[in-house]
């Protein structure tokens, strides 16, 4: 019943921008924390970034996101965004997003942390060419 689906993805040349989307169903948003992690090939899934329900509220960057990514949430929507800018080949990767009741769990998970994540969706393909 839970779905987390994104969209967003494509292909684009380095200093672009995209914006990810996640359309959540069967949870209300409002009441978890979200995320969106990355796995590029041959490495480990990291977290990109990531904020807490709306009454925790905190918010986490991957250092090298800081200040060329912003995650939000439209919770009448019930969908989140990544707004990637300044693309570079390094952020080539599956996108995923995610979701959890414990802001705590997601945002030690973000950082690396191995805490296992209620909802997961299906990944959306970013490629950056330099």
């Known amino acids: 019943e839970v779905q987390l689906v994104e969209s967003g993805g494509g292909s684009v040349q380095a200093g672009g921008s995209l914006r990810l989307s996640c359309a959540a169903s069967g949870i209300s948003s409002e009441d978890f924390a979200i995320g969106w992690f990355r796995q590029a090939p041959g490495k480990r899934r990291e977290g990109v970034s990531c904020?807490?329900?709306?009454?925790?509220?905190?918010?986490y960057y991957e250092d090298s996101v800081k200040g060329r990514f912003t995650i939000s949430r439209d919770n009448a929507e019930n969908r989140i965004f990544l707004e990637m800018n300044n693309l570079k080949p390094e952020d080539t990767a599956v996108y995923y997003c995610a979701a959890d009741r414990s802001s705590i769990g997601l945002l030690n998970t973000c950082q690396g942390g191995s805490y296992d994540l209620e909802y997961w969706g299906q990944g959306t393909q970013v490629t950056v060419s330099s």
């Open positions: 904020v807490g329900s709306d009454f925790d509220g905190r918010t």
